[in-house]
C-alpha cells in the first residue's frame, strides 16, 4: 500500500515557475515508477511526466517537454515537479501516482493516486 500527499500548487503568472511534491509513504515506494497526471475542469485527466523506479529513465507529453522536469528523492519518499515558464493552458489539478506496468502514458496503469494540487496560471 502506497499514500501519495501532493503539495506546492498555487496561483502563479504566466512565465512563472513552481515546483511541485508528491510525498509517498509506504515502504515498497522505492519500487515503483512514478507519475505526475494533470486535470483541467471539463477535460480529461492526461499525462504529464513520468520517471522510473531508479531515476534514471524520465518520459515527458510534448506539451511540456523542456519545460517541465521530473525527479526523485528515494531517501525522502518524494517525487517532484519542477515546472518552468508556465502558461495559462497548464491550469489545472495535478496528481502524483504510482506506476504498476505497462504503459506510462495512461492513467489506467497507475494505482494509487494523491488527491491533487491546483495550479492556476494567469495571463
Known amino acids: 500500500q502506497v499514500q501519495l500527499v501532493e503539495s506546492g500548487g498555487g496561483l502563479v503568472q504566466a512565465g512563472g515557475s513552481l515546483r511541485l511534491s508528491c510525498a509517498a509513504s509506504?515502504?515498497?515506494?522505492?519500487?515503483?515508477?512514478m507519475g505526475w497526471f494533470r486535470q483541467a475542469p471539463g477535460k480529461e485527466r492526461e499525462f504529464v511526466a513520468a520517471?522510473?523506479?531508479?531515476?534514471?529513465?524520465?518520459y515527458y507529453a510534448e506539451s511540456v517537454k523542456g519545460r517541465f522536469t521530473i525527479s526523485r528523492d528515494k531517501s525522502e519518499n518524494t517525487v517532484f515537479l519542477r515546472m518552468n515558464t508556465l502558461k495559462p493552458e497548464d491550469t489545472a489539478v495535478y496528481y502524483c501516482?504510482?506506476?504498476?506496468?505497462?504503459?506510462?502514458?495512461?492513467?489506467?496503469?497507475?494505482?494509487?493516486w494523491g488527491q491533487g494540487t491546483q495550479v492556476t496560471v494567469s495571463s
Open positions: 520517471i522510473n523506479w531508479s531515476g534514471s529513465t524520465t
Open positions: 501516482a504510482a506506476h504498476m506496468g505497462g504503459s506510462y502514458y495512461s492513467r489506467y496503469n497507475y494505482n494509487y
Open positions: 509506504g515502504r515498497t515506494f522505492s519500487t515503483y515508477a
